[in-house]
């Protein structure tokens, strides 16, 4: 059960359904709306989310990025990209919707939806919930530094 939950926080920290996504894609400052950079910045993460591709969730999130999950515990970076090297829960079905970005100079918060589900152990598991990321813009890039989650029902 702590490793569907900790799959479904982790799959939780990126949020809209996109093509696939490289590092390369990401946004970079610059951008004449900030809001923009990181609605594709959040395609992105979720992209690699899906991929598994955890260096390119290494190089989305500061180093000092954590995740409070759907239970209430707190998860560090090296703890998280550890899960997808060594958990094989895969996403089957993801969908967010509800996506509100805030930006306040080098800081955005976001918020949204995301109905997902998940094999696990030849299992699946139905979650939604609602989520909240902040991210920082340092050296030219966004980082996304803080994730939590609330489960919701699946509507």
Do not use: C
């Not at 490793?3 to 590092?23: D, E, I, Q």
């Amino acid at each position: 059960m702590k490793r569907t939950a900790l799959f479904t926080l982790t799959a939780a920290v990126a949020m809209s359904l996109a093509g696939p996504r490289g590092l390369s894609d990401a946004p970079k400052s610059g951008s004449p709306d900030p809001a923009e950079e990181i609605r594709t910045l959040e395609k992105a993460f979720d992209e690699a989310i899906v991929r598994r591709d955890v260096s390119a969730l290494d190089q989305m999130t500061s180093d000092d990025f954590v995740l409070i999950s759907l239970h209430g515990d707190l998860h560090a970076k090296a703890e998280v990209l550890n899960y997808f090297v060594t958990h094989a829960s895969e996403l089957e079905y993801r969908e967010t919707d509800s996506l509100r970005i805030r930006v306040y100079g080098d800081a955005a918060v976001v918020t949204g939806r995301t109905r997902q589900t998940v094999q696990e152990k030849g299992k699946d598991q139905r979650d939604a919930y609602l989520f909240a990321h902040v991210y920082i813009r340092q050296k030219g890039r966004w980082l996304l530094v803080a994730a939590q989650l609330t489960r919701v029902g699946m509507q």
